[in-house]
């Protein structure tokens, strides 16, 4: 089974950057998708973009695009989320995921993954 580890978050201001990590064990990282996700207080998991084993990228979520960038090191069984231009909107738990079969496109459904880090926090002060 998969093992997922998010690393990256903190406190930021308006308008700085993060970068989060994801670190995939348990198989080849290049055999699956990667997403990210994040949740808001009160607010359901939301998509915000996958890469695929091939590199091919889907974005989900419209007020990120422009600022957030995804990415992978399959050689270090990574995945990233690059974060510019943040904003206390942003302010939520970030999670990797993945799904369960490696053959499996790209989505941005949190109930069609079935891997999940533990996730971490991004807090973006005004």
């Known amino acids: 089974q998969l093992r997922l580890v998010e690393s990256g978050g903190g406190l930021v201001q308006s308008g700085g950057s993060l970068r989060l990590s994801c670190a995939v064990s348990?198989?080849?990282?290049?055999?699956?998708?990667i997403a990210w996700f994040r949740q808001a207080p009160g607010k359901e998991r939301e998509g915000i973009s996958c890469?695929?084993?091939?590199?091919?990228?889907?974005n989900y979520l419209d007020s990120v695009k422009g600022r957030f960038t995804i990415s992978r090191d399959n050689a270090k069984n990574m995945v990233y989320l690059q974060m510019n231009s943040l904003s206390p909107e942003d302010t939520a738990i970030y999670y990797c995921?993945?799904?369960?079969?490696?053959?499996?496109?790209?989505?941005?459904?949190?109930?069609?993954?079935?891997?999940w880090g533990q996730g971490t926090q991004v807090t973006v002060s005004s």
């Open positions: 348990g198989s080849t990282l290049n055999d699956y998708p």
């Open positions: 995921a993945t799904r369960a079969r490696s053959w499996y496109g790209c989505s941005g459904r949190p109930y069609d993954h079935e891997s």
């Open positions: 890469i695929t084993r091939a590199g091919s990228i889907s």
